[in-house]
């Protein structure tokens, strides 16, 4: 389990310093695959849109659609991945030998300057057979907190596979 909460939310696709990936993934290029983009440089604000697909190493994000907000430093405030057709799924190698994780959800919003996840609607996050199920997902990434908050949507479900405790 102890594994499981420390990948569960480390999307390493814009924090380049995470543990979450193979180390040399934050060295590699990153590729994004959109239909369209739109960049405001002025405002900071971008868009990707259909068939969204970003590749850096081995992690992977595809989307229906893709924004990110940038501050007048031109750092990252904001990513927010939207499954709109299909669930917005990321995916990542956290480091040689271990199997790989999955988080999949209707929306997947990162904001790295204050170090939180939060995943949205239908709720999948997965490493090998072990599982965190709901409708809502919070993590804290400097505190490693994770959280499920009471939902009229559902309850939150986790499944720990005795091989996979650490």
Do not use: C
């Not at 750092?75 to 927010?80: Q, R, V, Y």
């Not at 299909?86 to 959800?105: C, I, M, S, V």
């Not at 997947?108 to 939060?118: A, D, E, H, M, N």
């Amino acid at each position: 389990m102890d594994q499981l909460l420390k990948t569960l939310f480390f999307i390493i696709l814009f924090i380049p310093t995470s543990s979450a990936a193979l180390p040399d993934d934050s060295n590699k290029a990153m590729q994004i695959h959109a239909s369209s983009t739109l960049f405001d440089f002025k405002k900071g604000f971008n868009t990707y849109e259909g068939d969204v697909n970003v590749i850096q190493g081995t992690t992977h994000l595809t989307a229906d659609r893709l924004t990110t907000q940038n501050n007048d430093k031109r750092k990252m405030e904001e990513a927010i991945a939207y499954g709109l057709k299909n669930p917005a799924r990321y995916w990542t190698l956290p480091k040689d030998g271990d199997l790989e994780f999955h988080a999949q959800a209707k929306t997947i919003t990162f904001y790295p300057l204050k170090s939180l996840v939060k995943l949205e609607g239908d709720v999948i996050v997965t490493q090998g057979d072990s599982s965190f199920h709901g409708p809502v997902i919070l993590y804290n990434i400097k505190d490693q907190t994770v959280s499920s908050p009471a939902s009229n949507k559902g309850r939150a479900t986790i499944i720990i596979e005795p091989n996979q405790l650490k």
